[in-house]
């Protein structure tokens, strides 16, 4: 299924393409700048409120210390936040709509969503909102979100999952009646960029209801507070009146007088930019500061008598809370309508660092050219097989990748020691959170999981974005994973930080296999990897993996701990907690990933020993170390009088082991992800690719013929001559066909629409350990270990299962395409590994495309999203899916690793 590089080359001939190698031109030729066509993009992020950057508490509590409430009042130290914002590079400046519907108590300004604490099922956002299209330049972006007629439900929201008690289903604000007889607007936004730094802003507001009803939007344009952190203020910003025309009116941003934010580039000057308008828009002026009398019960000083929250208090409110001189660093439109029922109205805006004479009269062709634009850079995208659903899909998974990009702004050693000296923070922070993480310093755009649920990044989730946006901007793509290898991120340790909660935590090793990933799609696409960046990201990862050898291997026995990685509460005990009595948890899974890791470090060493054949002893060593390791997993306990492995024989499973200082054990025989996990770790070795490779060779001819007992049940040689193969994997030939046979089987983890993190056999029959058990959750979690608000007992994950359909083609391509087995789930035929994993992709795929019935699974029972016309098309990627029917859950837009589906798509659909 190998793409064509000539044929790839013919296809990526648009104008989007164009812009993007623009781009990578300037990049390669080390310009310090940021290419123009990536100046600007929707870059703000959905949530700043409730996030560990803006906690300034005493105890950690974030989503207390900053709610929903107080951030229309109180400026953000880290980051702004809006309804389908974009800002600069460097989130100088900020754009955002804001929308009131004459009843609401408060002005939109921001995405609604409840806290960790009041979520039945942790955080949660009670917004519908959908990212339709994207470009990677953002020279083309929409966005569409559904804003009720009615006064939104608030309070009810609130106290109604709450008193659910963590138990049943979520009360969404369909469940509220809000959206009866359609009486929502539709508002639709869509930005088209002239040029670099000249965006056309069209909003169109669709009154869906029976009746005219009123509408009030209002744009917002304001500069990130830089300036009143210190001790001493620093020049402002400052936005005022503009030129007006016949037809238009205008504001203008300005920063020239003031100084740029810490950190900052002093070039990076945005210089006068004028936002237009339709003549007859009235302009309001205020400052990006904290109102103190909402936040703290204190006087507004007078350098801030005209604060943050003034739009709402005035129009909402009526007070006269705005400047009457019409300047501020915080300013807006205020545009009024009458919506007919079932009509729609147009508002047009430019911003742009141009004075033009007429600068809306072109905006409705710029507009009609960018789609274009987008329609033409995403046919050359789609693979050839994919059906016009599978197509939208895909386009709509790749455009909520590319909404999800954030500005991530935090220096972690001024927020622990804060910005004036004479009012520093608590210091009981410096034992919550993060004190061994001073280095860290971020004004990146990065990927974010989800800019409202997780609105910061996450290292192993990144890592997985990585896979489908190489599809579209393969330099950003590499560019993610060497931030994370970037002195300002990985720890002197070798650590890659987790997320901000608590950087330490431990996520899965799987930055190497998306290095190794991209630079093979990338070599796909062009016919040439890009060498620097493997040899870059390989000598940082050298220093990781010696991290993690020396970290959680704590006996030196090539068996691993690990901890949390990521799976919150898939096992019987919180794997982030230390044991009682001194055990140590033997985790199937670390042990499995770092095989993995062994190996994917080896492919790389033999890649660059093409060029330099100092990488061929790194290879060896690699080889070597995972032959110690998947030894480690089948011969533990020897010398101790107790000896036992991770594989279970009789069960034919791997199983996590508690293991006490006296020697014995408990086998936790659980089956769920942690036992496939060891299936990831296999990579196959033609002998044509060793002939390069002597020294390799040989030292690999050595380990088989000197260490049988160690190397016997890790490496197995197929074929003779040229067309002999080395399958390199920590599962056995007949260990693959035991998992295999339970991985098939609809009663244990082969469901309609994909796998199951955890067999269905424990519906039935839970794991009991003491006070303790493990059962079968296909939906929301019973069982909440770190916040409650994942589930991995049950329900089907993206990430996990691309990475077995990954390992299912190798072992195919190892063993031969003859090679079959006859699960339960194969009704009676035989089937290749190669082919579940082709069944699996469709199966996840099938999640989100329309059946028969014309229904989309990932919906479920919501009749709203499977039948309305103006919802069953637009599409949300969950961040995980019922274990039984694929209905989606947890957070709604997590299209980063979800978005591997279209991944799947590009790679089945060829």
């Not at 791997?654 to 086998?667: A, C, I, R, S, T």
């Not at 002597?694 to 000197?706: A, C, I, Y």
């Not at 991985?743 to 794991?767: I, T, Y």
């Not at 303790?772 to 993206?798: D, H, M, T």
């Amino acid at each position: 299924m190998a793409k064509n590089a000539s044929t790839e080359a013919s296809r990526r001939n648009t104008a989007e393409h164009a812009r993007l190698q623009e781009s990578h031109d300037l990049q390669k030729a080390f310009i310090f700048q940021v290419p123009p066509w990536r100046r600007w993009g929707c870059f703000l992020s959905e949530r700043s409120w409730g996030t560990v950057r803006e906690d300034y508490s005493p105890d950690g509590a974030a989503w207390g210390f900053l709610t929903y409430d107080q951030a229309r009042s109180k400026a953000f130290r880290w980051g702004e936040d809006g309804i389908a914002g974009i800002c600069d590079r460097y989130q100088i400046v900020n754009f955002s709509i804001a929308l009131w519907n004459g009843k609401d108590p408060i002005l939109k300004e921001r995405l609604f969503g409840l806290s960790g604490q009041d979520g039945n099922h942790g955080e949660d956002v009670k917004e519908y909102y959908f990212y339709v299209d994207n470009l990677p330049s953002h020279a083309y972006m929409k966005y569409q979100y559904k804003y009720p007629q009615g006064e939104y439900p608030y309070q009810w929201l609130a106290d109604e999952n709450r008193k659910r008690g963590g138990g049943g289903f979520e009360f969404e604000l369909l469940d509220t009646g809000l959206f009866d007889e359609d009486r929502y607007f539709d508002i639709v936004i869509e930005y088209a960029k002239a040029g670099p730094d000249d965006i056309c802003i069209r909003v169109e507001a669709f009154n869906r209801g029976p009746e005219d009803a009123e509408l009030h939007l209002i744009p917002q344009l304001w500069f990130r507070n830089s300036w009143s952190w210190k001790k001493n203020r620093e020049p402002e910003p400052r936005i005022e009146m503009g030129p007006e025309g016949r037809d238009f009116t205008s504001i203008v941003s300005d920063d020239s007088s003031a100084n740029p934010p810490s950190n900052l580039p002093t070039v990076w000057r945005l210089g006068p930019r004028f936002l237009y308008a339709k003549k007859g828009a009235e302009a309001y002026f205020t400052n990006n500061e904290t109102n103190h009398e909402a936040v703290y019960g204190q006087h507004n000083p007078e350098s801030s008598s005209y604060v943050k929250d003034a739009f709402h208090r005035h129009i909402v409110n009526g007070e006269d809370c705005i400047n009457p001189a019409r300047f501020g660093t915080k300013a807006c439109f205020h545009c009024k309508a009458t919506v007919a029922a079932g009509g729609s109205q147009v508002f047009d805006f430019r911003y742009t660092d141009e004075e033009l004479t007429s600068p809306l009269q072109d905006i409705e062709k710029i507009v009609v050219q960018r789609r274009k634009d987008a329609d033409e850079f995403y046919e050359s995208i789609h693979p050839p097989k994919a059906t016009e659903d599978e197509k939208n899909i895909q386009r709509q998974a790749f455009a909520g990748l590319l909404w999800s990009k954030q500005i991530y702004l935090f220096d972690v050693n001024r927020w622990l020691e804060g910005d004036n000296e004479d009012s520093p923070p608590p210091s009981e922070r410096w034992k919550i959170r993060n004190p061994q993480w001073r280095h860290l310093n971020s004004m990146r755009i990065l990927s974010m999981p989800d800019k409202w649920e997780y609105p910061w990044f996450a290292a192993w989730d990144l890592a997985f974005h990585c896979v489908p946006f190489a599809l579209i901007d393969i330099d950003y793509a590499k560019e993610m994973l060497v931030v994370m290898l970037h002195d300002q991120f990985q720890h002197p340790n070798g650590q890659i930080p987790a997320y901000e909660w608590e950087f330490s935590d431990l996520n899965p090793p799987v930055h190497a296999w998306a290095c190794w990933k991209v630079y093979n799609i990338e070599k796909e696409q062009t016919g040439k990897g890009d060498r620097a960046f493997l040899e870059r990201t390989f000598l940082k990862l050298l220093i990781n993996f010696a991290w993690w050898i020396n970290k959680v291997d704590s006996s030196g026995n090539n068996v691993f701990e690990g901890g949390f990685l990521g799976l919150d509460n898939i096992s019987l005990l919180d794997r982030s907690e230390s044991l009682p009595e001194g055990a140590v948890l033997e985790q199937s899974d670390a042990t499995g990933w770092m095989g993995m890791f062994c190996l994917n470090l080896m492919r790389i060493a033999l890649e660059l020993a093409e060029e330099n054949k100092v990488y061929e002893g790194l290879a060896t060593k690699f080889s070597q170390h995972f032959f110690y390791v998947g030894a480690a997993m089948k011969h533990m306990g020897k010398g101790s009088g107790k000896s036992y492995q991770l594989w279970d024989e009789k069960d034919g499973f791997f199983y996590d082991v508690l293991l006490y200082p006296n020697g014995h054990f408990q086998k936790f025989r659980v089956r769920s992800l942690v036992g496939l996990i060891p299936l990831y770790a296999v990579e196959v070795l033609a002998a044509a690719e060793m002939k390069p490779h002597p020294r390799f060779q040989s030292e690999l001819d050595w380990f088989l013929k000197n260490r049988k007992d160690m190397i016997k049940d890790v490496c197995f040689c197929e074929g003779e001559g040229d067309d002999r193969k080395y399958v390199l994997g920590v599962v056995s030939e007949s260990q693959l066909r035991r998992i295999l046979q339970r991985l098939w089987d609809k009663n244990e983890f082969l469901s309609e629409h994909g796998v199951r993190s955890l067999s269905k056999a424990h519906e039935l029959e839970p794991f009991v350990f003491g006070d303790k058990s493990v059962g079968y959750e296909p939906a929301e979690a019973v069982c909440k270990i770190k916040g409650g608000n994942s589930n991995w007992r049950g329900p089907l994950w993206f990430p996990t299962s691309y990475l077995i359909i990954e390992s299912l083609k190798s072992f195919s391509n190892g063993f031969g395409d003859g090679y079959e087995i006859h699960p339960p789930g194969a009704r009676g035929k035989a089937i290749t590994p190669r082919g579940m994993g082709e069944e699996i992709a469709n199966r996840m795929i099938s999640i989100f495309a329309r059946g028969k019935d014309g229904r989309r699974p990932v919906y479920g029972g919501t009749k709203k999203f499977q039948e309305d016309p103006h919802w069953k098309d637009l599409i949300l990627f969950y961040e995980y899916f019922h274990g039984d029917n694929g209905a989606g859950l947890g957070a709604s837009h997590q299209t980063g690793w979800t978005g591997l589906v279209a991944s799947m798509i590009d790679e089945w659909r060829r």
